[in-house]
Protein backbone atom coordinates (compact mmCIF):
# COMPACT_ATOMS: atom_id res chain seq x y z
CA UNK A 1 0.00 0.00 0.00
CA UNK A 2 0.98 3.48 -0.79
CA UNK A 3 1.91 5.80 2.04
CA UNK A 4 3.12 9.61 2.01
CA UNK A 5 3.55 10.91 5.78
CA UNK A 6 4.66 14.64 6.21
CA UNK A 7 6.59 15.60 9.37
CA UNK A 8 7.83 18.94 10.66
CA UNK A 9 5.11 21.69 10.51
CA UNK A 10 4.13 23.51 13.31
CA UNK A 11 4.35 27.68 14.24
CA UNK A 12 7.18 29.99 12.80
CA UNK A 13 7.60 33.35 13.76
CA UNK A 14 7.52 35.63 10.12
CA UNK A 15 10.89 35.26 8.93
CA UNK A 16 11.74 32.00 10.07
CA UNK A 17 12.44 29.17 8.99
CA UNK A 18 11.30 25.33 8.58
CA UNK A 19 11.57 21.89 6.83
CA UNK A 20 9.30 19.94 6.25
CA UNK A 21 9.61 15.65 5.78
CA UNK A 22 7.48 13.41 3.39
CA UNK A 23 8.34 9.62 4.07
CA UNK A 24 7.31 7.30 1.21
CA UNK A 25 6.37 3.87 1.04
CA UNK A 26 4.86 0.71 -0.51
CA UNK A 27 6.28 2.03 -3.63
CA UNK A 28 9.60 2.26 -5.86
CA UNK A 29 10.21 6.02 -4.60
CA UNK A 30 13.23 6.46 -7.05
CA UNK A 31 11.16 6.57 -10.21
CA UNK A 32 8.59 8.62 -9.41
CA UNK A 33 8.23 12.51 -9.55
CA UNK A 34 7.60 14.54 -5.94
CA UNK A 35 5.59 17.25 -5.44
CA UNK A 36 4.16 19.78 -2.55
CA UNK A 37 0.90 21.18 -2.53
CA UNK A 38 -0.54 23.47 -0.15
CA UNK A 39 -3.82 24.57 1.21
CA UNK A 40 -4.09 27.87 3.26
CA UNK A 41 -7.02 27.92 5.65
CA UNK A 42 -10.19 27.94 3.87
CA UNK A 43 -8.63 28.07 0.57
CA UNK A 44 -8.39 25.41 -2.39
CA UNK A 45 -5.39 23.57 -3.60
CA UNK A 46 -2.03 25.64 -4.60
CA UNK A 47 0.54 23.74 -6.19
CA UNK A 48 3.98 24.64 -4.91
CA UNK A 49 6.83 22.73 -6.15
CA UNK A 50 7.77 19.34 -7.94
CA UNK A 51 10.77 17.42 -8.37
CA UNK A 52 11.69 14.90 -11.08
CA UNK A 53 13.06 11.29 -10.42
CA UNK A 54 17.48 12.59 -10.70
CA UNK A 55 16.69 15.59 -9.35
CA UNK A 56 17.23 16.83 -13.37
CA UNK A 57 13.94 18.76 -13.15
CA UNK A 58 12.83 21.41 -10.08
CA UNK A 59 10.13 23.83 -10.94
CA UNK A 60 8.05 26.07 -7.96
CA UNK A 61 5.26 28.41 -7.91
CA UNK A 62 6.03 31.83 -8.31
CA UNK A 63 4.58 32.18 -4.64
CA UNK A 64 7.41 30.35 -3.48
CA UNK A 65 10.63 30.80 -6.12
CA UNK A 66 13.23 31.79 -4.18
CA UNK A 67 12.85 30.95 -0.54
CA UNK A 68 11.49 27.60 -0.71
CA UNK A 69 13.70 24.33 -1.95
CA UNK A 70 12.68 20.86 -2.80
CA UNK A 71 14.76 18.06 -2.37
CA UNK A 72 15.00 14.35 -1.69
CA UNK A 73 16.98 11.17 -0.82
CA UNK A 74 16.20 8.32 -2.75
CA UNK A 75 18.53 6.04 -0.59
CA UNK A 76 16.04 6.83 2.11
CA UNK A 77 12.41 7.26 0.40
CA UNK A 78 11.94 10.86 1.75
CA UNK A 79 11.30 13.90 0.39
CA UNK A 80 11.75 17.59 1.88
CA UNK A 81 10.34 21.42 1.67
CA UNK A 82 13.17 23.94 3.05
CA UNK A 83 10.79 27.03 3.76
CA UNK A 84 12.46 30.22 4.55
CA UNK A 85 11.67 33.74 4.78
CA UNK A 86 8.03 32.55 5.66
CA UNK A 87 5.46 34.73 5.47
CA UNK A 88 1.92 34.65 7.29
CA UNK A 89 0.65 34.02 3.52
CA UNK A 90 2.55 30.52 3.44
CA UNK A 91 0.18 29.69 6.64
CA UNK A 92 -1.34 26.80 5.14
CA UNK A 93 -1.82 22.58 5.70
CA UNK A 94 1.38 21.58 3.17
CA UNK A 95 0.82 17.80 0.80
CA UNK A 96 3.03 15.63 -0.66
CA UNK A 97 2.15 13.75 -3.32
CA UNK A 98 3.84 11.54 -6.19
CA UNK A 99 3.11 11.65 -9.58
CA UNK A 100 4.28 9.92 -12.67
CA UNK A 101 6.44 11.93 -14.97
CA UNK A 102 5.38 15.38 -14.97
CA UNK A 103 1.98 14.50 -14.65
CA UNK A 104 -1.20 14.61 -12.73
CA UNK A 105 -0.48 13.61 -8.74
CA UNK A 106 -2.39 10.06 -7.89
CA UNK A 107 -1.48 9.62 -4.19
CA UNK A 108 -0.98 12.12 -1.83
CA UNK A 109 -0.47 12.28 2.09
CA UNK A 110 -2.37 13.84 4.38
CA UNK A 111 -1.00 17.06 5.16
CA UNK A 112 1.18 19.00 7.93
CA UNK A 113 0.05 22.34 8.78
CA UNK A 114 2.38 25.16 8.94
CA UNK A 115 1.34 28.47 10.83
CA UNK A 116 3.32 31.63 10.18
CA UNK A 117 2.36 33.97 13.06
CA UNK A 118 4.60 36.83 15.57
CA UNK B 1 0.57 31.14 -16.26
CA UNK B 2 -2.74 28.81 -17.28
CA UNK B 3 -5.26 29.70 -15.03
CA UNK B 4 -8.60 27.31 -14.57
CA UNK B 5 -12.08 28.31 -13.43
CA UNK B 6 -14.67 25.33 -12.03
CA UNK B 7 -17.68 26.41 -11.91
CA UNK B 8 -20.19 26.14 -10.21
CA UNK B 9 -18.51 26.83 -6.90
CA UNK B 10 -20.99 25.73 -4.68
CA UNK B 11 -23.67 23.00 -5.60
CA UNK B 12 -26.46 21.62 -3.64
CA UNK B 13 -27.53 18.06 -4.69
CA UNK B 14 -29.51 14.99 -3.39
CA UNK B 15 -28.61 11.10 -3.20
CA UNK B 16 -29.29 10.19 -6.50
CA UNK B 17 -28.77 13.31 -8.46
CA UNK B 18 -26.79 13.05 -11.77
CA UNK B 19 -23.92 16.32 -11.61
CA UNK B 20 -21.72 17.98 -13.89
CA UNK B 21 -18.80 19.97 -12.50
CA UNK B 22 -16.97 22.16 -15.48
CA UNK B 23 -13.80 23.25 -15.68
CA UNK B 24 -12.50 26.22 -18.23
CA UNK B 25 -8.95 26.64 -19.05
CA UNK B 26 -7.30 29.84 -20.02
CA UNK B 27 -5.30 28.65 -22.96
CA UNK B 28 -5.34 24.72 -24.52
CA UNK B 29 -4.25 22.38 -22.42
CA UNK B 30 -4.95 19.35 -24.78
CA UNK B 31 -6.12 16.13 -21.93
CA UNK B 32 -3.89 17.06 -19.34
CA UNK B 33 -6.42 17.22 -16.48
CA UNK B 34 -6.88 15.54 -13.93
CA UNK B 35 -10.07 15.36 -11.30
CA UNK B 36 -9.67 14.98 -7.27
CA UNK B 37 -12.19 14.74 -4.84
CA UNK B 38 -11.14 16.29 -1.16
CA UNK B 39 -12.12 16.06 1.82
CA UNK B 40 -11.50 17.95 4.96
CA UNK B 41 -8.86 16.45 7.39
CA UNK B 42 -7.98 14.06 4.51
CA UNK B 43 -5.96 12.89 1.65
CA UNK B 44 -6.84 14.52 -1.74
CA UNK B 45 -7.94 11.51 -4.07
CA UNK B 46 -7.25 11.01 -7.85
CA UNK B 47 -10.66 10.07 -9.80
CA UNK B 48 -9.75 11.15 -13.70
CA UNK B 49 -6.25 11.65 -15.37
CA UNK B 50 -6.06 12.78 -18.91
CA UNK B 51 -9.21 14.50 -19.07
CA UNK B 52 -11.56 11.12 -19.32
CA UNK B 53 -9.28 7.98 -18.15
CA UNK B 54 -11.22 6.86 -14.88
CA UNK B 55 -8.01 6.56 -12.09
CA UNK B 56 -8.12 2.52 -10.45
CA UNK B 57 -10.13 2.10 -7.62
CA UNK B 58 -12.70 4.68 -9.01
CA UNK B 59 -16.18 3.90 -8.80
CA UNK B 60 -17.78 4.14 -12.46
CA UNK B 61 -20.52 6.84 -11.23
CA UNK B 62 -17.58 9.15 -11.79
CA UNK B 63 -16.72 9.88 -15.53
CA UNK B 64 -14.78 13.02 -17.23
CA UNK B 65 -14.71 14.56 -20.41
CA UNK B 66 -13.52 17.58 -22.42
CA UNK B 67 -10.45 18.49 -24.24
CA UNK B 68 -8.59 22.23 -25.12
CA UNK B 69 -10.28 24.32 -22.52
CA UNK B 70 -13.91 22.89 -21.77
CA UNK B 71 -14.22 19.82 -19.05
CA UNK B 72 -16.69 18.41 -17.06
CA UNK B 73 -16.54 15.70 -14.28
CA UNK B 74 -20.03 13.74 -14.29
CA UNK B 75 -21.01 12.25 -11.02
CA UNK B 76 -23.82 9.91 -12.24
CA UNK B 77 -26.12 9.16 -9.24
CA UNK B 78 -24.75 10.97 -6.69
CA UNK B 79 -23.64 8.77 -2.97
CA UNK B 80 -23.58 9.82 0.53
CA UNK B 81 -19.84 9.69 0.58
CA UNK B 82 -19.58 11.75 -2.33
CA UNK B 83 -19.89 15.20 -0.82
CA UNK B 84 -16.70 16.94 -1.12
CA UNK B 85 -14.89 19.44 -2.58
CA UNK B 86 -13.79 18.48 -6.01
CA UNK B 87 -11.09 20.12 -7.90
CA UNK B 88 -10.01 20.44 -11.72
CA UNK B 89 -5.87 20.28 -12.52
CA UNK B 90 -4.18 21.26 -15.23
CA UNK B 91 -0.62 19.43 -15.94
CA UNK B 92 0.06 21.35 -19.69
CA UNK B 93 2.51 23.12 -18.43
CA UNK B 94 3.43 22.88 -14.72
CA UNK B 95 0.21 22.73 -12.77
CA UNK B 96 -2.82 24.86 -11.97
CA UNK B 97 -5.59 23.67 -9.91
CA UNK B 98 -8.97 25.09 -10.42
CA UNK B 99 -10.93 27.00 -7.36
CA UNK B 100 -12.40 24.12 -5.81
CA UNK B 101 -16.66 23.16 -6.29
CA UNK B 102 -18.24 22.19 -3.26
CA UNK B 103 -20.56 19.15 -3.54
CA UNK B 104 -23.25 19.58 -0.54
CA UNK B 105 -26.54 17.79 0.45
CA UNK B 106 -29.73 19.68 -0.84
Known amino acids: EVQLVESGGGLVKPGGSLRLSCAAS????????MNWVRQAPGKGLEWVAS????????YYADSVKGRFTISRDNANNSLYLQMSSLRAEDTAVYYC???????????WGQGTLVTVSS | DIQMTQSPSTLSASVGDRVTITCRAS??????LAWYQHKPGKAPQLLIY???TLESGVPSRFSGSGSGTEFSLTITSLQPDDFATYYC????????FGQGTKVEIK
Open chain 1, 97 to 107: AKGPRASHFDS
Open chain 1, 26 to 33: GFTFSVFN
Open chain 1, 51 to 58: LSTSDRYI
Open chain 2, 27 to 32: QSISSW
Open chain 2, 50 to 52: KAS
Open chain 2, 89 to 96: QQYNRYWT
